[in-house]
């Protein structure tokens, strides 16, 4: 395996060291990663929850926020409808958790049994009957165009709020909230449907605070020579809509971009007087008066009270992540004062443990915000405040320890996802909502129950289509697999798919292939957007993401789908294949691979989707034991480290075959690793998991 460590200059490593006060690894980890120049940089060095996306900037949120608050003033039925994955159980969860803390006890309802994916007609005529006036869909609802057009004729408003990626015709609906949106102003694209609902959530706690509504300036000027520069940025709802830059000289004023927008508004700036007298040098009347925010920074931030903003961005360390200018430390410090005046990380809190879970669930990168609603989410969790979910971690031996993405990824949702994929997502649903710990008990050995009927139908079916997966690989010229058999549940293509797309690392399509309807799922290590369309003309309906998605049509359609996919395989061109390689983040000398090296490590969490644990190389380790342990044909290497003073646990899979011919006790090796913790019998202590490693 060839080991890879990008060369850094050494003065860019000390002064990233010095501009984010960190140490000389955590700085070239940083360097290694390229988040020195990524979006993903202030969501990794600050775990503040001001930090988020305003929700504002996302299409048609005000909208949402109005309806919804009206309904409340109403008392108008609500209802939601939600997908049956993990990500679309927590995301009806939240929603209704949501609109309860304004009065709204919503009805909701998840796809069962065999029931398609997305809204659903029959579902429409339901609520129509009930008198439903208001109707949310969450992670699903971008692709039901008609059925959404046909709640309208029944008297039903929608709200929309996915993820998916959109098809052509979009649904009418009063509001249609995805980031994914063709054109939207919103800066971060892979929120997961729980995402979307968590930026509901904080639109909702915002409209509940005099922020709502708010429109003003924030302005910053700074002399030079004989011109004065201006900034501008334009605020509604704490949301950054328009930016202005201006230099201005002397009598100049007044026919400046600058002075057109601000005329009449309000402006906010930091040290009042300044900025008044800098006005003043380049008109006599700026058309508009400036009200200074330091009284506001003196009750809630009263620590940077007094400082200039340049002040500011030398010694407060947010603010070296706000961008380059002074208007972007004068923007990040107001926001962050609002926050905490308004209690917004407060309000936001309750939703982010299940917000967590779904982002992680469904497999969404774990950059930008995504990185800080997971961080702060794992550390709700760990609270334990949420009565179903903290029994469901008793039940799964997870109680007590510190929860990482690896913990909820492997022993977390696959037995949620089981409700849904064995046709009862609202057993999980309803786990996550009650407080009754009677009700608790029944749904966890419910939900457990489901998951083990789940592993055997899995089991089985992985078993009855191996020979069609190779035949079909085979066929395609080692391009894709593709699996259809009748006695496959619809429940579990997905799953199918995942397991032969990660053993034969090429897309995969398994379809359940019903009487007559056939129900399938895509799952493809690289993307595949668009694939699906080539067979548009087949289906009843599809959707979902670059590697993911779903797909139904009537069984009959089969043998010419089937046809198709091979055909269009002739011309397929997956990626080129890379050589296996270790990319290693940063060379640790060993006297530095003491236990203080975790601090490091965990300061580059979650790891996940995008965002892969450390990799760090120390050389001169030396061996001192090794045992074998596992099963013969899964056997495993358990060893003894030493390094400078320590003398490590490190743990080494699947490497039995190379114990005693590639190392031994007493060989000094080369050894690259990840640093993590270790939790047996409730003993916590740190851990090496050895990749590679070479005399």
Known sequence: MRWEKTELDPGAVREAARRYGLDLISASILLRRGLASDSSLPFVLDADLARLHNPFLLEDMDKAVERILAAARAGEKVHVFGDSDVDGITSTVLLVQTLAGLGLEAGWQLPEGDQDYGLSRQAVEEL???????????????????????????????????????PEILPDALALIDPKLRG??????????????????????????????????????????????????????????????????????????????????????????????????????????????????????????????????????????DGSSELDTLAGLYTRACWRKHGLAQSLEPVLDLAALGTIADLMPLTDENRLLVRRGLEVMNRLGRAGLRELLIRQNLHGRR???????????????????????????????????????????????????????????????????????????????????????????????????????????????????????????????????????????????????????????????????????????PPAQEESHLRIDAEVPPAYLNPELIRVVELFEPFGEASPPVTLLTRGARIESLEIVGRKEAAHVRLLLAADRYKWPAVYWNAAERAGKDFAPGDTVDVVYRLGRNYFQNTESLQLTVLDLKR
């Not at 208001?134 to 929309?160: P, S």
């Not at 080692?478 to 034969?504: M, N």
């Open 184 to 321: 939207t102003r919103y800066p971060f694209r892979d929120l997961a449907g729980c995402g979307v609902v968590a930026k509901l959530a904080l639109a909702l706690a915002i409209a509940r605070t005099p922020l709502y509504g708010q429109d003003l300036w924030l302005l910053a000027t700074r002399p030079a020579n004989a011109v004065l520069s201006l900034e501008a940025l334009h605020l509604v709802n704490l949301a950054p809509l328009e930016r202005i830059a201006d230099s201005v000289p002397q009598g100049g004023y007044e026919r400046s971009r600058v002075a057109r927008a601000l005329a009449g508004r309000r402006v906010l700036v930091l040290q009042g007087e300044e900025e008044a007298a800098n006005l003043a040098r380049a008109a006599a009347d700026p058309g508009f008066a400036l009200e200074d925010i330091q009284p506001l920074l003196r009750e809630v931030l009263p620590e940077q009270a007094g400082k200039s903003l340049l002040r500011l961005r030398e010694s407060w360390p947010p603010a070296r992540l």
């Open 403 to 573: 929860l990482t993405v690896r913990d909820v990824s492997w022993q977390l949702t696959p037995v949620l996802n089981s409700a849904g994929r064995m046709g009862d997502p609202a057993k999980a649903a309803r786990l996550f909502l009650s407080s009754d710990p009677r009700e608790i008990h029944e749904l966890i050995e419910g939900v457990l129950e489901l998951n083990a009927r789940r592993k055997s139908l899995g089991d089985r079916a992985w078993e009855r289509c191996q020979s069609q997966a190779y035949q079909s690989l085979s066929r395609s010229g080692q391009k894709l697999v593709y699996v259809a058999d009748p006695s496959v549940p619809r429940g579990i293509t997905g799953l199918l798919a995942s397991r032969l797309s990660g053993f034969f690392k090429v897309p995969v399509l398994a379809v359940a292939a019903g009487q007559e309807k056939a129900v399938g799922s895509l799952r493809s290590p690289f993307s595949m957007e668009g694939f699906l369309d080539r067979f548009a003309d087949l289906l009843t309906n599809y959707g979902g993401h670059d590697c993911a998605a779903g797909f139904t049509m009537a069984s009959e359609e089969l043998p010419r789908f089937e046809a198709r996919l091979f055909l269009l395989a002739r011309d397929f061109q």
């Open 128 to 166: 129509a009957g009930a008198g439903c006036g208001l109707l949310i869909t969450v992670d699903c609802g971008i692709g039901n165009a008609a059925e959404i057009e046909l709640a309208r004729q029944r008297g039903i408003q929608t709200i929309v709020l996915d993820h998916h990626n959109p």
